[in-house]
């Protein structure tokens, strides 16, 4: 069975950074597409950062310049760097896998940026 496990929330002031992680496990790492989406309270969840199997990048335009997304395959982990963040970053961050029509989801991490 898939898992992913994200870690490295927390609370920050805006212009600060936080670095979160998403361990998988049961799975091939490499071979799955890997996405970081966001939900902020009572707003639909959305897409943040993706990074392809050769690790090519996208961005949501909103975060273009200040979040960068990474994978190491050899440790099963994907990353999501977040530098000068602002107070409208706050939300839960979740982990997302894809490998043909499978579709995971980690349990979320809560990430607050305090203005």
């Known amino acids: 069975q898939v898992q992913l496990v994200e870690s490295g929330g927390g609370l920050v002031q805006a212009g600060g950074s936080l670095r979160l992680s998403c361990a998988a496990s049961?799975?091939?790492?490499?071979?799955?597409?890997m996405r970081w989406y966001r939900q902020a309270a009572g707003k639909q969840r959305e897409l943040v950062a993706t990074?392809?199997?050769?690790?090519?990048?996208n961005y949501a335009d909103s975060v273009k310049g200040r979040f960068t997304i990474s994978r190491d395959n050899a440790k099963n982990t994907v990353y999501l760097e977040m530098n000068s963040l602002k107070f409208e970053d706050t939300g839960v961050y979740y982990c997302?896998?894809?490998?043909?029509?499978?579709?995971?989801w980690g349990q979320g991490t809560q990430v607050t940026v305090s203005s």
């Open positions: 997302n896998a894809v490998r043909g029509p499978r579709n995971v």
């Open positions: 049961g799975t091939t790492f490499s071979l799955n597409v």
């Open positions: 990074i392809s199997l050769g690790g090519s990048t």
